[in-house]
């Protein structure tokens, strides 16, 4: 008897070998400028390798005002094409893997602004601060938000340029389209704010304007999170709940979304997204880098570092998880989407063991899996349920390191527990440099002088006006302080 974890998976217009996705998860493997590396393309090809049927890429901005985090490869110009080309190919020569492009835009989520964002507030739907770090925002005015519009229909169209399989919407997690999407977020009082019609209509949009700029023919996603959960500060208001999800994943079929991928949680990292622990000893080292990114962000940081401390926000970030299960988190919420549409559902949630899949397939409650954490832990796991087992000998733990590292260290699996060796570790992480770009020479071109004090002096004849005593400068009001 086949296996059903083996069977390929039919889009409309896109066909992956079989029902396991590599979900978005990478690190800060790129350049400052937005441009894609050798390291990311090392980074893609462990999983390829391993024998997924299909990945999807971390949180690709089509802005480089919609960074989450600085040394993300971004899709905001035609001159990144061919990098993008270049990471297709490298994938695809693995039995065939899909590559598809996740297309993002923080919003106001934005945990490392870098030298692009530092020092801003960033565009929302709304103007209150993100919740959990303070990250500080504005709404977006209609010309704003109809410019987003166009700049994700164009980062469908240079991944279509670039020979990859497919695009997928962000609209999950607390991302921008969150934002607009959300109850306990969206205050506005336009016609992007107010019913869930409206608060919809920012993400459906961007779904008409993708059909319109690449054609009925390119495969198409949308990630959404089914319930937002958004009190994880307890004063926060609810969110959506899963009859709006529902309903959200309707619209997205008929605006012609070709599949949806369901999470939760109204914002990154939540409390069941990623499910499983939180290491207080690697945040206390790591979330320096984001401290000035936001003015909530020094008090967690104290919460994070003082082990006096550390029971307030254990009390906050556990209180959600009691009676939950850490794999499969969210099935049951794919479920009753994948009841309401006719287009192939995935569904990730801490997914590492074949049976808890199979089960999942068969019964209805998704069409495939998008695992992030328990391949980290397993770049192999597919070959492992190839292989007959029902999960790796050394699974992942869900102790959340590698995310907790992320805003710092190289992404990979920390749990030493896993390991024989620190040292083994290390390799384990320093494995996505061992192959290096080549290094070129930049052409010379013509060696520029600046001018010798003479050639500087005006013309004979010109009127010079200068004095010998320097003027003052001009005096700034008390209170602000020069750059």
């Not at 800060?28 to 049927?53: H, M, P, Y």
Request: net charge positive; aromatic share 10%; with cysteine.
């Amino acid at each position: 008897m086949s296996d059903v974890i083996f069977s390929p998976l039919r889009f409309k217009n896109l066909t992956v070998k079989n029902r396991i996705f590599r979900s978005n998860i990478s690190g800060k493997f790129d350049n400052e400028d937005g441009s894609l590396t050798q390291t990311r393309i090392n980074w893609e090809c462990k999983f390829a390798k391993g024998g997924v049927g299909a990945i999807i890429s971390s949180y690709v901005p089509v802005l480089m005002e919609g960074r989450i985090i600085a040394g993300y490869a971004t899709i905001h110009r035609d001159e990144f094409i061919p990098y993008w080309q270049k990471l297709g190919e490298a994938v695809h020569q693995y039995d065939g893997c899909r590559y598809i492009m996740q297309l993002s835009h923080s919003g106001r989520q934005m945990d490392i602004p870098g030298v692009h964002n530092s020092g801003r507030p960033n565009i929302s739907s709304t103007s209150k601060k993100e919740s959990l770090h303070g990250f500080l925002c504005r709404a977006a005015t209609k010309f704003e938000i109809d410019g987003l519009v166009k700049a994700f229909a164009d980062g469908a169209w240079r991944a279509k340029e670039a020979g990859l399989d497919g695009v997928e919407l962000h609209a999950a997690n607390g991302y921008l389209f969150t934002q607009f999407l959300s109850s306990g977020i969206n205050d506005r009082t336009d016609d992007y704010g107010g019913s869930l019609e409206n608060r919809a209509r920012f993400l459906r949009e961007v779904i008409h304007a993708i059909r319109a700029r690449v054609g009925p023919d390119y495969h198409l996603q949308v990630k959404l999170s089914a319930v937002d959960r958004n009190n994880v500060v307890p004063w926060e208001k609810k969110g959506n709940v899963l009859s709006d999800t529902v309903q959200v994943a309707k619209w997205c079929e008929q605006d012609g979304a070709d599949a949806i991928h369901v999470s939760t949680g109204s914002l990154f990292p939540h409390p069941l997204n990623p499910p499983g622990d939180f290491s207080f000893e690697t945040i206390a080292t790591t979330y320096d880098t984001m401290i000035s990114s936001g003015v909530d962000t020094f008090r967690n940081f104290l919460l994070f570092r003082y082990k006096l401390l550390r029971p307030i926000f254990r009390w906050i970030w556990f209180r959600m998880k009691k009676g939950l299960p850490f794999e499969a988190v969210s099935m049951e919420e794919a479920r009753a989407i994948k009841a309401a549409v006719s287009i192939p559902v995935l569904n990730t949630g801490g997914y590492q063991t074949a049976s808890v899949i199979r089960d999942g397939i068969s019964s209805g409650a998704f069409d495939g899996v998008a695992i992030a954490r328990s391949l980290l832990a397993n770049n192999d796991l597919v070959r492992w349920w190839e292989s007959g087992h029902d999960r790796p000998p050394r699974p992942c733990t869900y102790c959340n390191k590698c995310l907790l590292n992320a805003p710092k260290n190289p992404m990979g699996c920390y749990e030493l527990s896993r390991y024989d060796s620190r040292e083994q570790m290390i390799d384990n992480l320093m494995s996505i440099y061992a192959v290096h770009a080549t290094l070129n020479l930049p052409p010379p071109g013509v060696v520029e002088r600046p001018p010798t004090p003479s050639e500087m002096l005006p013309p004979p004849g010109s009127v010079h006006y200068a004095t010998s005593i320097p003027k003052k400068p001009p005096q700034r009001p008390s209170g602000i302080m020069s750059s």
